[in-house]
């Protein structure tokens, strides 16, 4: 995964800009950038609703960020000046209602999801949002964007090992109600891959709602 949380161009091509709230993704992100020899990208700190910057964007671009922000509608509002008309703003964000349906079929898979999902939203974040850029976007003042739903799926030990990882890193913010519920951590993994290969079917991950619009002139 990246780990600049979204990037903006700045209608040349040798020059790229990406911010991140994070200093640790920076510093990362800013070795990555040395390492790969670049001199046309830089970075800045800042919240995403409160990005001071004279420049204006061809785009700007965010993954799995507005879930976790209070007011989504006023960050997308205040990103709008950034961007040139007839640029992009184009955002990828969960959607976990086809993630639980798709996973109802496997007891185990389905525990395991339901608390995922429970984590992150008792946390505060906004575990639909994806599919609420829709009239997000509108009620920013921008136009009725276009979506699109993509899910992965998979039945390899490799694939349910990523949702293994995900419930591992999650476990200490999980209820220990729910965590009971998941039985001996130390075998979960091996009981979902047998779940999944016994069951001969596939298994989903939480799905990602691509959302996009380009800026009409004036607005
Ligand atoms: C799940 S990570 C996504 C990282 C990366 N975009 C990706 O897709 O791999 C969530 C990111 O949102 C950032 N974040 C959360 N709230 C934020 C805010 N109010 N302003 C800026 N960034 C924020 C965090 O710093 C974190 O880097």
Redesign the pocket.
């Known amino acids: 995964?990246?780990?600049?949380?979204?990037r903006g161009w700045s209608g040349r091509p040798d020059k790229w800009w990406e911010?991140?709230?994070?200093s640790r993704?920076l510093a990362r992100a800013r070795a990555r950038v040395t390492e790969a020899g670049l001199h046309n990208v830089s970075f800045i700190q800042?919240?995403?609703?409160?990005v001071k910057c004279d420049l204006v964007f061809d785009a700007v671009v965010?993954?799995?960020?507005l879930?976790?922000?209070?007011d989504p509608v006023a960050?997308l509002r205040s990103l709008s000046p950034l961007i040139r008309p007839g640029g992009v703003l184009a955002f990828?964000e969960v959607s976990y209602a086809p993630y639980l349906a798709l996973s109802a079929h496997l007891p185990l898979w389905f525990a395991v999801a339901s608390i995922i999902h429970e984590t992150f939203r008792r946390s505060g974040a906004k575990t639909e949002i994806g599919i609420d850029l829709f009239h997000m976007f509108q009620e920013a003042g921008l136009p009725a964007p276009a979506m699109v739903l993509e899910m992965p799926l998979g039945s390899d030990p490799g694939f349910t090992r990523l949702v293994y990882d995900l419930v591992h890193s999650l476990r200490p913010h999980i209820q220990p109600r729910d965590l009971e519920t998941l039985g001996d951590f130390d075998t979960l993994r091996q009981r979902l891959e047998g779940e999944v290969a016994i069951s001969q079917s596939v298994v989903p991950y939480m799905a990602l709602v691509g959302t996009w619009c380009s800026k009409p002139e004036g607005a």
């Open positions: 995964m990246s780990p600049c949380w979204w911010w991140s709230a994070i993704s800042a919240d995403v609703g409160e965010g993954r799995l960020i879930q976790f922000v209070p960050a990828q």
